[in-house]
């Protein structure tokens, strides 16, 4: 398993070996596909020796598996990932310059796999990466989208959807199990017979499974992602295409594969859809099965599952694999119904990812019932020995006609945990706070990281080695030696340095948008950032009438000494989310004029980047000057943005917010920009019936920056498009827009002035770096491993 000692001249052998054998090409005929394809394949064997070392060790050693089971896994690129994990920058380049080509035109040509929604998908991600890095033996276990989250477009300013083709080309990275197919049942009936309880399903459809290993740093260890995808178990009616019927001979299939067809957003009010029940049971039952045969292989006493196994919910998504557990080990298997729920409760956990109540699902029994009649009886039984181990309460997993799957995960859990301090303990205060009393062990913090392999060492080269320069290159896999830094943030010549760098990164960004974008950003000006999902919550919509009452006051003033700022927007909205969705036509009309207004222009530019991805971020946190994490306080469960820019060094513009608390005590109040209500302050404020109207009369900017939006300034054509945003912040403002956003603007003009001394906040960006390494998800996954899992790396 060590490190693969490839000469660089194998490398370009191994290289052209795939592209004339695998791709059938020609050097001189060949396109970037066929040498992307040809580069993926070369890389992948690399990967593929040290996967199947890592899978033997496991079998031999017998350890703990994890299998993390998830709706979503938002990896991005895989190609430059593998390439950095195996270090193998610099063999790749040279081989591919030999042939003429550029290794990034190669890179970029690969599309995203955007198989999640945002943070929730992209936390899945990182751990994957941190387990193999670390060598803790783990299952990635999801679904195989063919239509990942849709592309965005602008028409006119407006978000456009299509659906997401990644994998219209092939798929380098994936290895096809045709061996595995696991037959699911839905509907029909429960029958008792012989003394057992049989569950006969109306219908089928198989689950074929689809490998991609996942290698760590420096190619110690792999595990693999399992996705899996929808078939028919009768693919194809030979007696109905010859009776010329030849749509509906081929209908089975076209039904089973709409289960692993598209990716629903989160926030939409669709979400209550048959299909994505549907969705959850079948990967988390075609998982459970896969586990149990993995298990079977090599055990024979089902006692020892807890030993040997653990399973984690990542959200309640996949929370049904508890009932379809226990339903196998008491129905399949013959256990007593306590020894199975015993069982079942010591492998399984949960985390949970919001407190918003819209988010946490509940399912109509009688669609419940209908679909999985069998783990509705369960969930009563589990419900019913709930309560009488606890009989001076009830919490139900099922009431009011619901099934409540936050309910059903925490009781069926022997772990729940948050994703960061503060809402790990809002959590215990509100969603759970009976059941926490119930069991006050039970809930744990794990508050979420980041992989720094992408989100600095791979995303920021330039930073990594100046970093790697100065304490050489272990902070890769341990990154709190980040500290170390610390000394030569004193060193100007060393801080100049750091600056070069962000101001390159900031200039290939600027060629970036020219060229795809046609825009010219000024280099020069504070590039001030907040990406992530279009959400009330998460106040894109203070942003931007703070820049729109910027605009305003420089308007009034142009001459004065304003300091640059490019204000830079990106994220998606769910389909269904119609004030989101005019959020962003806000944005892009205030775009529109401000770019356009030539008082204004070289100090104040707005632009909302379309599309944003994972290859997205990839370009933008490492050119971001400013953090913008402005979630009212209580909403944001974590984040992981926010650390992302931390750690390549751009301070944060925040509130008390999530993982935001814990990121300011890390790199020091003076590094870091508050303002806003507290959450408690927060659910104090709403009780007032009046208070935006106060904090609108209390701040005549505020109100100037609504009237703009009553009166038409950004859309002469259709001067009403925005009366409805100013009616809602005025008269109802459930997420406090108005009443933070005094606090918000003189925060804003604090980061103005500290801006001014180039030198002091070099420093400062340079600290919020030096001090970001307890952010990595190699911690996180540390702490999951010893405090949920029981789980050991098998890396000598
Ligand atoms: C999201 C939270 C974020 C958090 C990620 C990862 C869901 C349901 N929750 O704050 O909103 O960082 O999960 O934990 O997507």
């Known amino acids: 398993m060590a490190r693969s000692v490839q000469t660089s001249s194998n490398f370009r052998d191994a290289l052209l070996r795939h592209l004339t054998y695998t791709m059938g090409k020609d050097p001189e005929h060949a396109q970037p596909f066929d040498w992307r394809m040809a580069l993926s394949h070369a890389i992948r064997d690399r990967i593929v020796d040290t996967w199947v ?15 993390y089971l998830s709706m979503e896994f938002l990896i991005g690129r895989l190609l430059e990932d593998g390439i950095f994990n195996l270090d193998m920058v610099e063999e790749a380049k040279e081989a591919l310059e030999s042939f003429g080509m550029d290794m990034r035109t190669i890179l970029d040509d690969e599309p995203d796999a955007a198989l999640g929604n945002g943070g929730l998908g992209r936390l899945a991600a990182c751990f994957l990466d941190s387990l193999s890095t670390i060598g803790c033996p783990a299952y990635g276990y999801g679904i195989r989208y063919e239509n990942g989250l849709f592309k965005q477009s602008f028409v006119d300013g407006c978000q456009v959807e299509s659906p997401e083709t990644w994998l219209q080309e092939p798929h380098p990275w994936e290895f096809e199990r045709p061996e ?116 079977d292989s090599q055990h024979n006493d089902l006692k020892l599952l807890p030993e040997k196994i653990a399973i984690q919910l990542n959200d309640t998504h996949p929370a049904i694999a508890g009932p379809e557990l226990l339903r196998i080990l008491h129905d399949e298997r013959g256990l007593s119904f306590e020894e199975a729920l015993h069982i079942t409760h010591h492998c399984m956990n949960y985390t949970n990812h919001t407190l918003l109540p819209e988010a946490l699902e509940r399912w109509d029994e009688r669609l419940f019932g209908r679909l999985l009649p069998r783990h509705l009886d369960i969930i009563n039984r589990i419900d019913d020995a709930h309560y ?53 062990d039970r809930i744990v913090n794990e508050t979420n990281g980041v992989t720094p392999r992408r989100w600095l060492h791979s995303c920021n080269p330039a930073l990594s080695g100046l970093i790697t320069e100065t304490i050489g290159e272990d902070w890769i896999a341990d990154l709190e030696q980040l500290e170390k830094l610390e000394p030569s943030i004193e060193d100007q010549g060393w801080l100049d340095r750091f600056t070069d760098v962000k101001n390159a990164n900031k200039a290939a960004l600027c060629d ?47 001459t004065a000494d304003w300091v640059p700022r490019v204000k830079i927007f990106a994220g998606k909205a769910a389909q269904g989310y119609h004030f989101a969705k005019d959020i962003i036509h806000l944005i892009n009309d205030v775009a529109k004029l401000v770019n356009a207004d030539a008082a204004t222009r070289d100090v104040l530019q707005v632009i909302f980047l379309p599309n944003y991805n994972v290859s997205l971020a990839e370009r933008l946190v490492p050119a971001a000057d400013l953090s913008e994490q402005i979630s009212t306080a209580g909403k944001e469960a974590s984040g992981t943005g926010n650390m992302k820019f931390a750690l390549n060094g751009a301070p944060t513009i925040g509130t008390l917010d999530g993982a935001n608390v814990e990121i300011r005590d890390h790199v020091g109040k003076e590094n870091f920009f508050l303002f806003g209500m507290l959450a408690d302050e927060v659910m104090q404020r709403r009780m007032m019936h009046d208070h935006a109207q106060q904090a609108i009369n209390a701040d005549p900017r505020l109100g100037r920056a609504l009237e703009a939006l009553r009166d038409g300034t950004f859309s002469p054509e259709d001067p009403g498009r925005y009366t409805h945003i100013a009616d809602n912040l005025t008269w109802s403002d459930y997420f406090l827009v108005c009443s933070d956003f005094t606090d918000y603007w003189r925060a804003q003009r604090e980061v103005d002035k500290a801006y001014q001394d180039r030198k002091a906040w070099a420093k400062m960006a340079a600290l919020n770096t030096a001090r970001s390494g307890w952010f990595s998800s190699d911690r996180t996954i540390h702490g999951y491993m010893c405090d949920i899992w029981g789980a050991k790396s098998l890396i000598p």
């Open 53 to 67: 070392a890592s899978t033997r060790k496991t079998y031999e050693q017998d350890g703990k598996r994890v299998y």
């Open 180 to 295: 595995v197919r696991i037959n699911i049942g839905f509907g029909g009936d429960v029958h008792f017979e012989n003394g057992k309880t049989v569950w006969r399903p109306a219908e089928m459809i198989q689950a074929e499974a689809f490998d991609t290993p996942i290698v760590g740093w420096q190619g110690r260890w792999a595990n693999t992602l399992r996705l899996w995808a929808g078939r028919a178990v009768d693919p194809f009616d030979l007696d109905l295409f010859n009776s010329g019927d030849f749509a509906a001979a081929s209908e089975h299939e076209a039904l089973a594969r709409t289960i692993s067809r598209v990716l629903y957003p989160e926030d939409s009010n669709e979400a209550g859809k048959e299909l994505r029940l549907k969705q959850e049971y079948f990967f988390s039952a075609a998982s459970i099965r896969d586990i149990l045969r993995r298990f």
């Open 388 to 440: 009488k181990a606890n009989p001076h309460r009830t919490l139900s997993a099922r009431s009011d006609g619901q099934v409540k799957m936050g309910e059903l995960s925490f009781i069926m859990a022997n772990r729940v945990n948050g994703v960061s301090a503060l809402h790990t303990d809002l959590m215990k205060q509100t969603v759970f706070k009976e059941l926490n009393a119930l069991h006050p």
């Open 512 to 558: 970036y948008v020219a060229g795809v974008h046609g825009v010219n950003l000024n280099p020069e000006a504070m590039f001030d950032i907040q990406i992530k999902r279009m959400h009330e919550y998460k106040r894109q919509h203070l942003n931007i009438l703070e820049t729109i009452a910027h605009w305003q006051e420089i308007r009034d003033n142009p």
